[in-house]
């Protein structure tokens, strides 16, 4: 089992900033993908941003403004978010694949208003 606990998320002024954090706990050795899904109301879930074997992939919609990391040392993930847009406002949700299986914190609102 994998658990995900999500922070960071606020409210902000179009073109502000939020770092959203996700710390991973338990069997965390053998993640092989870790990132970032948004859903808003009356949308699907889309990925915004991932690790995914040494990589990142980005969705179109935040490339140049969105930056995922990692720290090995304290097992979690970040999200740097620059230059909102009030299209990003949704419930930000970490993800671990591990084995072929996805596990999901609990999700974190990111609200941009104009």
């Known amino acids: 089992q994998v658990q995900l606990v999500e922070s960071g998320g606020g409210l902000v002024q179009a073109g502000g900033s939020l770092r959203l954090s996700c710390a991973t706990s338990?069997?965390?050795?053998?993640?092989?993908?870790m990132g970032w899904y948004r859903q808003a109301p009356g949308k699907q879930r889309e990925l915004v941003a991932g690790?995914?074997?040494?990589?990142?992939r980005y969705a179109d919609s935040v490339k140049g403004r969105f930056t995922i990391s990692r720290d090995n040392a304290k097992n979690t993930v970040y999200l740097q978010m620059n230059s909102l847009k009030p299209e990003d406002t949704a419930v930000y949700l970490c993800?671990?694949?591990?084995?072929?299986?996805?596990?999901w914190g609990q999700g974190t609102q990111v609200t941009v208003s104009s």
């Open positions: 993800y671990a694949v591990r084995v072929g299986n996805y596990y």
């Open positions: 690790i995914i074997s040494g990589g990142t």
């Open positions: 338990g069997s965390i050795f053998d993640i092989n993908a």
